[in-house]
């Protein structure tokens, strides 16, 4: 649903990712897919009613079972300018998390190792279910963690060097592995089948808890709640459009940023450093 609303104040990145959200989000409810606002896009609506003026990107969750049937089917919903792209697909595509991207538009990203190009992108996310005993939780959580390092490791000149909020041991793991070229011991996309293994193991209609693994904040599991949080679907301005975030944003919200209507400093902003080219 749309609302009247002056986009005038969007960056021409933002502008084109919106264009893209509204095909993304119709798609999606034709083919009565759930879904709910991620990270900074939820942080968007509620603190700005629309993008965070510095971000550029924007993230949508689906239980386990809408993701599969959306990346399953959706191929038949997109128009010629619209593609989906898969960790498992024959592009350069090297993310767990899928995504709709627009093929006439590219972004240059300046964050990472190297700069890299990509078309302008909606991420679309998982949302799995985690072991309810503790034990059990803590042991899944050490398997997921050791392939996620795997991963990275592996993919080492992709990784955003200069998101903020990274640990002292995070930041001398990059330098190690940067120095050493650790990462070639390690294959991407076998680290990412067994990623995959480890998620699917705890169906989430019969878990406790959900979890976005593969979120932006997801290394110290605080994308990880009782269900209660996401609760009822519940529709949030963004821009001009509603779209469904977590039911109780308020514990969403401060799990993932703490202090979140406080924009950060401009130093420590996590932007991608993009700019269409």
């Known amino acids: ?3 009247q609303c002056d986009n005038n104040h969007l960056s021409k990145v933002q502008q084109y990712i919106l264009d893209l959200l509204k095909e ?33 990107d924007v993230d949508l969750g689906l239980p386990r ?13 997109l128009p010629a300018d619209m593609e989906l792209r898969t960790y498992w697909d024959d592009t350069d595509h090297h993310y767990y998390f899928a995504r709709i991207v627009d093929t006439r538009y590219k972004i240059k990203r300046n964050g ?9 992108w909606i991420d679309i996310f998982p949302l799995d279910g ?12 050490i398997r997921l963690t050791y392939y996620r390092l795997c ?8 990784v955003n060097i200069s998101r903020p909020g990274r640990s002292l041991i995070e930041k001398i793991i990059i330098k190690i592995a940067a120095v050493t070229n650790i990462g070639k011991l390690f294959n991407s996309k076998k680290c990412l089948d067994n990623i995959d293994k480890l998620l699917r193991r705890y169906p989430l209609s019969e878990s406790k808890w959900i979890i976005n693994f593969t979120g932006q904040t997801s290394y110290h599991f ?18 001009d459009l509603f779209m469904y975030g ?11 940023y703490g202090d979140y209507m406080t924009p950060p400093k401009e130093g420590d902003r996590n932007a991608h450093g993009a700019e269409i080219v």
């Open 1 to 3: 649903m749309s609302i």
């Open 151 to 158: 991963f990275h490791l592996s993919t080492l000149d992709k």
């Open 222 to 239: 605080n994308e990880l709640f009782k269900k209660e949080v996401y609760g009822k679907l519940t529709k949030y301005a963004f821009e």
């Open 112 to 120: 990472s190792m190297t700069v890299r190009y990509e078309n302008v």
């Open 246 to 256: 977590p039911e109780d944003y308020d514990k969403y919200l401060t799990s993932l």
């Open 65 to 77: 079972a809408d993701y599969e049937n959306f990346i399953t089917n959706v191929k038949k919903f």
């Open 24 to 56: 993304v989000i119709g798609i999606m409810d034709s083919m009565n897919i759930t879904y709910y606002m991620q990270g900074g896009t939820m942080l968007g609506a509620i603190r700005h009613k629309g993008f965070i003026p510095w971000d550029d």
């Open 130 to 141: 985690m072991p309810n005993e503790k034990p059990a939780q803590t042991v899944h959580k």
